[in-house]
């Protein structure tokens, strides 16, 4: 039992950093915003904010503005709504 924790561990700490399905393939850019720091991916009117860093039991709430303010430097437009919790947001965008 221990040999197979073992060997699947590396695989399950890999993928505890991979962005979601929609937003595989995508280049991530690494945005810091009040001491957050997050990878964030776009594709097309949406992008993907990931927190890479620990932060002990951070809300939602002030999380999600720091998600959309770096979704919003990474992708130059104006985001409309973040959705999602306190490792992964989802964001919409509003480029013109």
């Known amino acids: 039992m221990r040999f197979f924790l073992f060997i699947t561990m590396p695989i399950w700490l890999t993928a505890c950093n991979a962005p979601s399905r929609d937003f595989r393939g995508v280049a991530a850019q690494q945005v810091t915003v009040d001491g957050s720091v997050f990878d964030v991916r776009i ?4 992008a993907e904010a990931m927190r ?3 932060q002990y039991a951070p809300r939602f709430g002030p999380i999600r503005g720091r998600a959309g303010r770096a979704m919003a430097l990474a992708s130059g437009c104006d985001v409309k709504e973040v959705l999602g919790d ?9 480029c013109d």
């Open 43 to 46: 594709r097309g009117e949406r």
């Open 52 to 54: 890479v860093n620990v």
């Open 86 to 94: 306190q490792a992964l947001a989802i964001g919409v965008l509003d």
